[in-house]
């Protein structure tokens, strides 16, 4: 960091951008600012595991003495929950900054626990969909009032976490596959990893991709292996849902993240529809008719293999289109993901044991080697030469 201020302060002097008493200036400043920069990960890595480790301990302790409080010790209780840390986090704002955001995260965290607390204590009706809907629009409230990321980031999850509560209530003891759930969330997953672009990069946005990047791999696993029908033996017998549901829960499902996306990313929101196409193949795969002619049965048996291994690949074109490292190393790791999947799935079981695992020896050695060399290359054109 001191070498490239040096250089940077050269330049400028060479340029007279700057006199040589003004670099003298910026030097001493920002060497002084340089303790502060160093404690920064640390503390901010504290303060974060701080505020997982008092959210766990006090919803631990409620838990452990909720039968010894009466109702009105109990609402009271919900109440100061609520109101602390806020109060804390508004108090210790100008002295604090990190420690402050962590408490408001905090807070928006004790209104969910205060939501459905609340209903047990008076019996409310029971409809625990709409306790999330409010705990979202506490969020959203939150987000609104301190354009706070952890606000942004716990209405990202506590939106899709009300939409998939409504559909599993009002879809309970009828005849539903998981695909609509499964592929909408992938589709959000890909919508929040979208949302950092080369013109907005706010920390609001990093987190958003930071949740989609986590989530869309496990996710597209899910929805490959639930298009293929693993988990939908227990809906058979069953009275369907009317098509108009069917219908309105789609249009949410797809047309959701695509609003999002165009929020997001406005004109560069056609890829997001190109991510929605991708999203709905995946539901044509089916292990039912395998038999019924050869094209249906190729389609059935290697179709979703080979429309993960594009997906990757779009995935690995989408960060090298946009400069986005973090889109690339995804596209390889789904890659690999898939070939490593295809060998136990159909390659393994019809060899032999030692060279079953030799194979995988070798595919993990070599396969990783050439995916690893590859990886570093595409970011290395991303960064400019480094890889």
Known sequence: MADTLQKRLERWISAGVVDASTASRI???????????????????????GGVLLCAGILLFVAAH??????????????????????AAALIEERFPALSTTFYAIGTVCVGAGIFLTAQIFNL???WPSGILMWAVGALAGWLLLRHWTQAALLALLVPGWLVGEWEVRTQGFAVSNRLITEGLVLI???????????????????????????VLPLSVWAFADGRG??????????????????????IA?????????????????TTAVAAAWVLVIGTFSTRDEGANLPI???????????????????????????????INLGVAGFALTVIIFYFSN??????RSVSLIGLGVLFLFGGWVLERTRRQLVARVVGGRP
């Open 297 to 327: 049965y190729a389609w059935n048996k290697l179709g979703p293999y080979f429309w993960a291994g594009v997906g990757a690949l779009a995935m690995v074109a989408w960060g090298l289109a946009e400069r986005r490292r973090e889109r």
């Open 230 to 251: 693993y988990w939908g033996w227990w809906s058979q017998n069953r009275t369907p849902v009317s098509a108009l549901f069917q219908i309105t829960s789609w249009a």
């Open 347 to 352: 390659v393994m079981d019809k060899l032999g």
């Open 254 to 270: 797809i047309c959701a993240p695509l609003a999002l996306a165009f929020a997001l990313r406005k004109r560069a929101a056609w």
């Open 66 to 87: 909720w039968d010894e409080l009466s109702p009105a010790w109990r609402f009271t209780l919900v109440l100061i929950l609520v109101g602390v840390f806020p109060l």
């Open 27 to 49: 030097r001493t400043f920002e060497e002084s600012q340089g303790s502060g920069e160093r404690l920064r990960w640390p503390v901010l890595l504290a303060v974060a595991l």
């Open 189 to 215: 997953a890909i919508t929040y990893l979208g949302a950092r672009t080369s013109q907005e990069d706010s920390a609001t946005r990093r987190a958003l991709a930071w949740i989609g990047g986590l989530a």
């Open 125 to 127: 009706e029971e409809h």
